[in-house]
């Protein structure tokens, strides 16, 4: 299967372009939201609900899945497609992230990283060839290269040695990622050292992979400091591989992204929110636990075609938060979802129609893009 990348339309004002990035599993037009499936489910949602939200790539966690139910299961369940019911495209992470989020339980050399277990402390090790392994096995049409991601704030001299390990990694997972039918991307990694992230975006961009990420944001980093990692970055990104910004998903760095020419996004925060009884509504973040919504009978979002909006109020769905009901919190991950994904979908059509920018809020009736939402 050859991968491929198609630039559909440009911004005529920006970076900002619309492709399609072709796997085996279906075409994915961009730019695009991911929902986040760590455990080969999107939490609170079943696969059909998923894809009524406009989903078109879902994203699954290496480390997690490696844990349980174990590569094997997946493998022997036909793949990470079948084992999930999700006939769409699907990217696994290499675990990379874990680096970073479980420092407190791990240790890092040039050869890999050594774990313990957060289920029941057992010895794990995740090398470069083990993360390929793995995500061969699972065979998602997307796999990430296994790199170190830095936390924040980190010095000079500890980002340059974690770009150093993440670029020969990256060599050791081209050596011995070899299923024709799955993409490896690379990662560009360098915190906030701009001569850092110039390198690592040289030195991932030479290996001519089928996609290039950019990794090592929103790790605790104030946003005008990753607004200008992003600004850097996009014009040195190879025009003809589809951009990956990991871990973002929130609407304004989202939108700043595109307009630097990034492509995919993924983040936990819809259904993190949807989780704790907020809801995102005209760019806003709602805590429907309020007690204005208690009496509110109008739809959470008149413009929003999701369930929650076409079936139920403001004032059942704080019934349901307040009553700590599973339904409430599945409802508001479902329309969180379904409003990132409409957003990347409004920023396509602006981008074809002219009218995108940075500030884009199509939400905003003085917004020129307002018809688009």
Not at 313 to 324: F, M, T, V
Request: aromatic fraction near 6%; glycine fraction near 10%; charge should be neutral.
């Amino acid at each position: 299967m050859t991968f491929g990348f198609a630039i559909t339309a440009r911004c005529p004002h920006t970076r900002a372009r619309c492709g399609a990035f072709s796997t085996p599993h279906g075409v994915v037009q961009t730019p695009r939201f991911m929902p986040v499936g760590t455990a080969a489910t999107v939490k609170g949602l079943s696969t059909p609900q998923l894809g009524e939200t406009g989903a078109q790539m879902v994203l699954a966690n290496t480390f997690h899945l490696h844990l349980q139910p174990g590569e094997d299961v997946v493998a022997e369940a036909g793949g990470l497609h079948r084992f999930m019911a999700w006939d769409g495209p699907l990217l696994t992470d290499s675990g990379g992230f874990q680096v970073f989020s479980l420092g407190a339980i791990n240790r890092i050399n040039d050869d890999g990283v050594v774990f313990r277990s957060p289920r029941d402390g057992s010895r794990i090790e995740l090398t470069p060839e083990r993360a390929m392994a793995i995500q061969m096995a699972l065979g998602a049409d997307v796999a990430m290269a296994f790199d170190q991601c830095p936390p924040y704030p980190a010095t000079e001299s500890e980002v340059e040695a974690a770009c150093r390990r993440t670029h020969h990694w990256l060599e050791r997972c081209a050596a011995c990622h070899n299923k024709a039918d799955q993409a490896l991307f690379g990662i560009v990694q360098g915190g906030c050292y701009g001569h850092l992230r110039a390198e690592s975006a040289r030195v991932v961009a030479a290996m001519d992979l089928p996609g290039i990420a950019v990794g090592g944001v929103s790790v605790g980093e104030p946003a005008e400091e990753m607004h200008r990692i992003v600004r850097q970055l996009g014009p040195l990104l190879p025009e003809a591989k589809p951009h990956y910004l990991m871990g973002v998903g929130s609407l304004r760095e989202m939108a700043i992204a595109v307009a630097q020419g990034f492509d995919l996004f993924d983040c936990v925060l819809p259904t993190r929110l949807g989780r704790h009884g907020t809801a995102l509504v005209g760019g806003e973040r709602w805590n429907l636990r309020n007690a204005r919504f208690k009496r509110d009978h109008t739809p959470l979002d008149a413009s929003c075609p999701c369930l929650a909006c076409r079936q139920h109020s403001r004032a059942y769905l704080h019934h349901l938060i307040r009553a700590e009901e599973m339904l409430g919190r599945s409802l508001l991950s479902l329309h969180n979802i379904t409003t990132l994904l409409r957003f990347t979908t409004a920023m396509a059509r602006a981008i074809r129609e002219g009218c995108f920018a940075e500030d884009f809020a199509p939400w905003d009736p003085a917004s020129a893009a307002a018809h688009t939402w």
